[in-house]
């Protein structure tokens, strides 16, 4: 069965939440693990429209928060597959908050989802290449495979030494 190739468009998931009181921390503002939930669907969700098939979560790169979220504040998550590899997916997802009364709207955090796609018995199965159309499309494109690398490195499943994407940003020998 040949897999034909998908654009990254045809993967993109916006959702959208507000942020509630039973949602917060004790300091006031959304917990962190929420919002953690929230891309995980996000990012589930395109790694399926992707693949069309059931994908589940691999790995989570850095999510660093750069401004904690208020209850009452509308929160849009934006996903979408940046590079398809034999059976996964990487998945960008950058969070946006918004106070609409007040008129404030930020970028709250982004991260790098891993999702591999699985068949009905459970098994890793084949994903189409993603086509990068816009410039950003692009730039995530091309640094996926360095991130990718790296995340196998730290997983202990390659070798740095043979991690040729990143001896590239490096330039020296790792």
Known sequence: MEIKSKFVSESIVVKNELSMPN????????????????????GGIAAQKHSGTVAVTASVDNISFKKSIAP???ITLTAKVTRAFNTSMEIYIEVVAENIPAKIKFISNS????????????NPRKVPEA??????DQVLYDGA????QLRLILAGRMKPADANELKSIFDAKI
């Open 145 to 148: 495979l360095r991130r990718r």
């Open 72 to 74: 009452g504040s509308v």
């Open 131 to 136: 086509i990068p159309e816009t410039e950003e």
């Open 111 to 122: 991260a790098f989802f891993t999702f591999v796609a699985i068949d009905k018995n459970g």
């Open 23 to 42: 949602d917060t921390n004790p300091f006031g503002n959304l917990m962190g693990g929420k919002l953690m939930y929230w891309m995980d669907i996000a």
